[in-house]
């Protein structure tokens, strides 16, 4: 346990879930309780506590060798003290991958770069009510071929898949991913050979991740989303360098913010088969 002379900074628990759901709301962040809780279970974390109340958060996702740090949240009133620095400090402290990765704010920017952090791309926010393309395919039950719908027999061949594009061991999320909403697949001579998500978050759904070999493939996916969630609220977190962002703007899903992809011990990628066209969360890549 960290002290200062006005608050402590500790262990995160589903005790401080209420104290950290009300500082999102503050900065208007979407998240509802249950998407904070999904993040602590797949997470350690940390709590800044004055006054017995929660007044900053931080939380470290380790998906094997790479971890992800999210939900830096500081309240308010007790910025411009170190605060952040220390709340960074202290959740970095929990894991020793040999990579982490984030998505800053313009605001969080100047102090992951002098914790070493260095861009890496650009993650554009679109949402808005979903509107369908046409002539969407239709998932067939036990294809052999084309667009189905996943199952927990598929989540191992989805697993490698999808750590082929990221890099990352995201097992525990794609289980997590199948319990809490739907995964559809795009399987070639009887192989899955792309997968995208549709869960519950903030104030509808969103569609992510998603890995596929090309943009072709990412449409056929969202499309099949788009369609889903047609007159819903919709969100998507995808890449500068993927194109998508005109194709999701055409069907209802406007440019509505992002964040900066930074990643601290990263190496160069080498060419990889499939990538990843939208994210699960900013917070978990």
Known sequence: MLTDDTFTIQPMEPRHLAGALRLSQAEKWPHRAEDWSLFLSLSKGVVAIEN????ATALATPFGDTATINMIIVDGRM????LGRKMMTSVMSLLHPREWRLVATLEGLPLYEKLGFRAVGEILQHQGMAQAPEHVPAPAANAVDGLHLASASDA??????DKAATGMDRTVLISEL????????????????AYAAL???????????VIARDADQARLLLSYMLTECEGRFLRVDTGA???????????????AGGGIAMRLGATAD???PV?????AAQALG
């Not at 910025?79 to 170190?82: A, E, F, N």
């Not at 809490?180 to 009887?190: D, F, K, V």
């Not at 869960?199 to 991740?209: L, N, Q, T």
């Open 52 to 55: 017995g109340e929660v007044v």
């Open 79 to 82: 910025r411009g003290r170190g």
């Open 156 to 161: 191992s061949v989805l697993a490698q898949l």
């Open 178 to 193: 199948l319990r809490l909403g739907t995964i559809l697949a795009i399987r070639e001579n009887g192989q899955i050979t």
């Open 199 to 209: 869960r519950p978050f903030g104030r509808g759904e969103v569609a992510g991740p």
């Open 241 to 255: 360098e993927t194109g998508l962002a005109p194709f999701l703007a055409e069907h209802g899903l406007a440019h």
């Open 270 to 272: 080498a060419s990889v």
């Open 275 to 279: 990538h990843t066209f939208a994210l």
